[in-house]
C-alpha cells in the first residue's frame, strides 16, 4: 500500500521539485519532533542507569557513574515481581478471553442480519462513553457480593467491559472488508457457519486479531482506576498500583520507579513496534473503506 | 428495534411461502435461522449486561439516594449491618448543579479536552501531512513519533511527573544551565495546567498522526496530479483533497479523542492528583475521588458519574447530527 502512493507522490514531486531551503526545513520540523517524543523515555533510561541516590541532582548530567544498582533493588527489595506477575496474568486473560469475544462478536454483526443486531451495534457504541467513575462504585459493589475483590478474574471481568466492545468494533470493520463470497465458498465445501468463521475468516484476519490482542493488552497493562480500587491487597496489586508507592506524597525514590518504568515500557514498545503496521490497517481499515 | 420486528414478520412469510411444509412458529423459525449469529453475540451481551448494564441500573437508582460509606450495608466478619440509605430523588443533582465547583470542573473540563484535542488533531496531522511526503530517513521518524504510544498510561505519568519536578527534574534544570529561574510546575494552577495539557498531548499525537497518515495514504496520488495540473496551489489542494478526502477518518477519531480525553484518568490522577487544590482535578477524577477518598460518597459520585455520561452522549448525537448534514454516512 504504502510503496503504491509514495510512487505516486514521488512522480507529483518530479514536477514541484523541492528547494534545498524547505529540505532543511522539513527535517529540521522533523527532528524537533522526534526530540521532544522520545527525550522523556531517553531521560527515562539515562536516570534509571544513574547510582541510587542519582536522581537527586540539580545538575544536568547524561551519566553519572551508570549502574544496575536500581534493577538489582527492584527485583529484590521491593514487590515488584509479584505486582508484575499480577499484571502479566490479568493482562494475558484479558487478551486472550477478549480478543475470542470480540471476533465472535464482530463477525456476527459483520456477517449476519439478525434481530438485535441494531442493538449490539448501539451498545459497542455507547459503551465506548462510559466514564469509569460512574461505573466503578457499583461493580465494586458487585465484585464484593460475588466475592471477587483482590481477585484477578474480578480485575480481568472489569478490564474486558472496556476492551470488548472497543474490539468488536475494529474486528467489526476488519471482518466487512473480506469478500462474503469466501464465507459462502466455505459454507459450499460443507462447513458449519461456526466452521467457516474457525477454519476460514479467522486465519484470514490475523493483523486484525494481532491489534485486538495487543489493544487489549494495552487497556489491562496500563490500567491504574480499576486496579486502585479492586486489588487493595498488597500482594494483589498489579503494576499501575503498586508503583505509586515509590513515589508518594512525603518520600519519593526515583530510582526505583524509574527502573521499574523501564522494565514495563520495554517490553510493551517491542511488542508495539512489532505490531504498529497491523495497528495502522486495523484502525483505518473501516474508517477509509465506507 | 423496528428491525427486528419487520426481520421477524419477513421470516414469518417466507415460511407460509411456497414451500408450505414448516408448520413451524416465527419464533422458532427465527431461532433456526439466527441461532448462529446470537450464539456468536450472546457472551457479550451478557458480559456487557451483566457487568455495564446492571451496574448502570444501579448506578442510576444510587445516584438517586444518600449512600455513603457510613449508610451502605456491609459485611464485618460475621456481622451483616443493614444499608440504611434513603432514597432521596433528586437531590444529588440539584446539589451538583447548583454548586460553583461542578461548573468550574466543568469548564475546566471543556477546555482541557478542547485544547489537548485540538493540539492532537494539528499535530498530527501536520507530522502525517510530513511523513507523507518523499523524506529521507521517513521510516525511521515515523518510528521516533509513534514511540510514545508504546509507553502505557501510567508509566508516562510517572515519567513526566519526574520531568517536572521542580527541584531535581530535567526541565528545570535545562531552564537553570539557559539561565531562567526555576518553575515550580506542579506548584501553581496555571502551570500545573499546562503541565498535564502538555503530557496529554505528549501521549496522544502518536494515534492521530497514524490515523491519520492511513487517511491520507489512501487518498489517490492522481488527484493531486491533476489538480497540480489545473494550476491549484498547494493550500487549494489541502483544502480540496486532503480535507474531504481525510473527513471520514478525522471525524472518526476526533470523536474517540474527545471521549477518551474527556474519561482521561491516569495523566491527572498520577501527575497532579488534582492538586494543587482541585485545580487540574476533571471531572471524571473529581468523581472518582468523591467515592473512593475520605468519606466514600458512592452517591455523590454516582450522580457525577451519570452527569458525565449524559453530557458525553449528548455530545456524541450532536456530533453525529452534525456529520449527517455534511453528508456523512456514519
Same mark, same amino acid.
Given at each position: 500500500?504504502?510503496?503504491?502512493?509514495?510512487?505516486?507522490?514521488?512522480?507529483a514531486?518530479?514536477?514541484?521539485? &523541492?528547494?534545498?531551503?524547505?529540505?532543511?526545513?522539513?527535517?529540521?520540523?522533523?527532528?524537533?519532533?522526534?526530540?521532544? +517524543?522520545?527525550?522523556p523515555?531517553?531521560?527515562?533510561?539515562? #536516570?534509571?542507569?544513574?547510582?541510587?541516590?542519582?536522581?537527586?541532582?540539580?545538575?544536568?548530567?547524561l551519566?553519572? /557513574?551508570?549502574?544496575?544498582?536500581?534493577?538489582?533493588?527492584?527485583?529484590?527489595?521491593?514487590?515488584f515481581?509479584?505486582?508484575?506477575?499480577? +499484571?502479566?496474568?490479568?493482562?494475558?486473560?484479558?487478551t486472550?478471553?477478549?480478543?475470542?469475544?470480540?471476533?465472535?462478536?464482530?463477525?456476527?454483526?459483520?456477517?449476519?442480519?439478525?434481530?438485535?443486531?441494531?442493538?449490539?451495534?448501539?451498545?459497542?457504541?455507547i #459503551?465506548? *462513553?462510559?466514564p469509569?467513575?460512574?461505573?466503578?462504585?457499583?461493580? @465494586?459493589?458487585?465484585?464484593a457480593?460475588?466475592?471477587?475483590?483482590?481477585?484477578?478474574?474480578?480485575?480481568?471481568?472489569?478490564?474486558?467491559?472496556?476492551?470488548?466492545?472497543?474490539?468488536?468494533?475494529?474486528?467489526?470493520?476488519?471482518?466487512?472488508?473480506?469478500?462474503?463470497?469466501?464465507?459462502?465458498?466455505?459454507?459450499?465445501?460443507?462447513?458449519?457457519?461456526?466452521g467457516?468463521?474457525?477454519?476460514?475468516?479467522?486465519?484470514?484476519?490475523?493483523?486484525?486479531l494481532a491489534?485486538?490482542?495487543?489493544?487489549?493488552? *494495552?487497556?489491562?497493562?496500563?490500567?491504574?482506576?480499576?486496579?486502585?480500587?479492586?486489588?487493595?491487597?498488597?500482594?494483589?496489586?498489579?503494576?499501575?498500583v503498586?508503583?505509586?508507592?515509590?513515589?508518594?506524597?512525603?518520600?519519593?525514590?526515583?530510582?526505583?520507579?524509574?527502573?521499574?518504568?523501564v522494565?514495563?515500557?520495554?517490553?510493551?514498545?517491542?511488542?508495539?513496534?512489532?505490531?504498529q503496521?497491523?495497528?495502522?490497517a486495523?484502525?483505518?481499515?473501516?474508517?477509509?473503506? +465506507? | 428495534m423496528?428491525?427486528t420486528?419487520?426481520?421477524?414478520?419477513a421470516?414469518? #412469510?417466507g415460511?407460509?411461502?411456497?414451500?408450505?411444509?414448516?408448520?413451524?412458529?416465527?419464533?422458532? &423459525?427465527?431461532?433456526?435461522?439466527?441461532?448462529?449469529?446470537?450464539?456468536?453475540?450472546?457472551?457479550?451481551?451478557?458480559?456487557?449486561?451483566?457487568?455495564?448494564?446492571?451496574p448502570?441500573v444501579?448506578?442510576?437508582?444510587?445516584?438517586?439516594?444518600?449512600a455513603?460509606?457510613?449508610? *451502605?450495608?456491609?459485611?464485618?466478619?460475621?456481622?451483616v449491618?443493614?444499608?440504611?440509605?434513603?432514597?432521596?430523588?433528586l437531590?444529588?443533582?440539584v446539589?451538583?448543579?447548583? +454548586?460553583g465547583l461542578f461548573?468550574e470542573?466543568?469548564?475546566?473540563?471543556?477546555?482541557?479536552?478542547?485544547?489537548?484535542v485540538?493540539?492532537?488533531?494539528s499535530?498530527?496531522l501536520?507530522?502525517?501531512?510530513?511523513?507523507?511526503?518523499r523524506?529521507?530517513?521517513?521510516?525511521?521518524?515515523?518510528?521516533l513519533?509513534?514511540?510514545p504510544?508504546?509507553?502505557?498510561g501510567?508509566?508516562a505519568?510517572?515519567?513526566?511527573?519526574?520531568? @517536572?519536578?521542580?527541584?531535581?527534574?530535567?526541565?528545570?534544570?535545562?531552564?537553570?544551565?539557559?539561565?531562567?529561574g526555576? =518553575?515550580?510546575?506542579?506548584?501553581?494552577?496555571t502551570?500545573?495546567?499546562?503541565?498535564?495539557?502538555? =503530557?496529554?498531548?505528549?501521549m496522544?499525537?502518536?494515534?492521530?498522526?497514524?490515523? =491519520?497518515?492511513?487517511g491520507?495514504?489512501?487518498?489517490?496520488?492522481?488527484?493531486?496530479?491533476?489538480?497540480? *495540473?489545473?494550476?491549484?496551489?498547494?493550500? /487549494?489542494?489541502?483544502?480540496?483533497?486532503?480535507?474531504?478526502?481525510?473527513?471520514?477518518?478525522?471525524s472518526?477519531?476526533?470523536?474517540?479523542?474527545?471521549?477518551?480525553?474527556?474519561?482521561?484518568?491516569?495523566?491527572?490522577?498520577?501527575?497532579?492528583?488534582?492538586?494543587?487544590?482541585?485545580s487540574?482535578?476533571i471531572?471524571v477524577?473529581?468523581?472518582?475521588?468523591?467515592?473512593?477518598?475520605?468519606? &466514600?460518597n458512592?452517591?455523590?459520585?454516582?450522580?457525577?458519574?451519570?452527569?458525565?455520561?449524559?453530557?458525553?452522549?449528548v455530545?456524541?448525537?450532536?456530533?453525529? &447530527?452534525?456529520?449527517?448534514? /455534511?453528508?456523512?454516512?456514519?
Open positions: 500500500m504504502s510503496s503504491i502512493t509514495a510512487g505516486s507522490t514521488g512522480r514531486r518530479r514536477r514541484g521539485e &523541492r528547494g534545498v531551503g524547505s529540505s532543511i526545513l522539513l527535517h529540521a520540523t522533523l527532528i524537533a519532533a522526534s526530540l521532544i +517524543s522520545i527525550f523515555i531517553v531521560w527515562l533510561i539515562l #536516570t534509571s542507569l544513574k547510582p541510587r541516590d542519582g536522581w537527586l541532582s540539580t545538575e544536568l548530567e551519566f553519572n /557513574q551508570p549502574s544496575l544498582d536500581n534493577y538489582i533493588r527492584v527485583l529484590t527489595e521491593t514487590q515481581p509479584t505486582w508484575l506477575l499480577n +499484571s502479566v496474568i490479568a493482562a494475558g486473560l484479558t486472550v478471553l477478549g480478543v475470542f469475544l470480540a471476533s465472535t462478536t464482530g463477525y456476527a454483526i459483520s456477517r449476519f442480519r439478525f434481530p438485535g443486531h441494531r442493538g449490539v451495534m448501539w451498545m459497542l457504541l #459503551t465506548q *462513553m462510559f469509569v467513575a460512574i461505573l466503578i462504585v457499583p461493580l @465494586y459493589n458487585l465484585m457480593g460475588l466475592g471477587l475483590l483482590n481477585q484477578i478474574p474480578g480485575l480481568v471481568i472489569a478490564y474486558m467491559t472496556v476492551s470488548v466492545p472497543f474490539c468488536a468494533w475494529m474486528m467489526k470493520s476488519y471482518f466487512d472488508s473480506i469478500p462474503r463470497e469466501i464465507d459462502e465458498a466455505g459454507m459450499v465445501d460443507g462447513l458449519t457457519p461456526f467457516t468463521f474457525w477454519r476460514v475468516i479467522l486465519p484470514l484476519a490475523r493483523p486484525s491489534v485486538t490482542a495487543f489493544y487489549s493488552f *494495552m487497556t489491562a497493562w496500563g490500567e491504574v482506576a480499576y486496579a486502585s480500587v479492586f486489588m487493595s491487597q498488597e500482594e494483589k496489586r498489579t503494576l499501575g503498586g508503583l505509586q508507592q515509590f513515589v508518594g506524597q512525603h518520600w519519593s525514590d526515583w530510582g526505583l520507579l524509574t527502573a521499574s518504568a522494565l514495563i515500557a520495554v517490553p510493551a514498545s517491542i511488542v508495539f513496534l512489532l505490531v503496521r497491523h495497528l495502522v486495523g484502525l483505518t481499515a473501516g474508517a477509509t473503506k +465506507s | 423496528n428491525g420486528t419487520s426481520d421477524r414478520a421470516d414469518a #412469510t415460511v407460509r411461502g411456497p414451500g408450505r411444509r414448516e408448520k413451524a412458529g416465527p419464533a422458532r &423459525r427465527a431461532m433456526a435461522r439466527h441461532w448462529y449469529a446470537w450464539a456468536m453475540v450472546v457472551p457479550v451481551v451478557l458480559v456487557t449486561g451483566l457487568l455495564i448494564g446492571w448502570l444501579r448506578g442510576v437508582y444510587l445516584s438517586l439516594t444518600d455513603t460509606e457510613a449508610t *451502605m450495608g456491609r459485611t464485618i466478619g460475621v456481622n449491618i443493614p444499608s440504611t440509605y434513603e432514597f432521596v430523588g437531590d444529588n443533582y446539589s451538583i448543579l447548583g +454548586s461548573w470542573k466543568l469548564v475546566w473540563t471543556v477546555i482541557w479536552t478542547v485544547v489537548c485540538g493540539l492532537h488533531y499535530l498530527g501536520g507530522l502525517a501531512m510530513l511523513l507523507n511526503r523524506v529521507r530517513f521517513r521510516s525511521t521518524y515515523r518510528l513519533l509513534i514511540l504510544w508504546a509507553i502505557p501510567f508509566v505519568a510517572f515519567i513526566w511527573r519526574y520531568l @517536572y519536578n521542580s527541584d531535581y527534574g530535567v526541565i528545570n534544570a535545562m531552564l537553570k544551565a539557559a539561565g531562567f526555576a =518553575v515550580g510546575w506542579l506548584d501553581e494552577p502551570t500545573a495546567k499546562i503541565a498535564v495539557i502538555a =503530557v496529554n498531548v505528549w496522544g499525537v502518536p494515534f492521530m498522526m497514524i490515523a =491519520v497518515l492511513g491520507l495514504q489512501s487518498i489517490p496520488g492522481e488527484l493531486y496530479e491533476a489538480a497540480e *495540473m489545473d494550476g491549484a496551489t498547494p493550500w /487549494q489542494r489541502f483544502r480540496h483533497i486532503t480535507v474531504p478526502g481525510l473527513r471520514t477518518v478525522s472518526t477519531v476526533v470523536l474517540l479523542g474527545t471521549i477518551w480525553t474527556f474519561n482521561m484518568f491516569p495523566v491527572i490522577f498520577l501527575i497532579t492528583r488534582g492538586g494543587p487544590g482541585s487540574t482535578e471531572l477524577t473529581y468523581a472518582y475521588r468523591e467515592a473512593f477518598t475520605s468519606i &466514600r458512592y452517591s455523590g459520585s454516582a450522580a457525577w458519574g451519570m452527569i458525565i455520561l449524559l453530557l458525553l452522549v455530545l456524541a448525537l450532536v456530533y453525529r &447530527r452534525a456529520l449527517r448534514r /455534511q453528508g456523512e454516512v456514519w
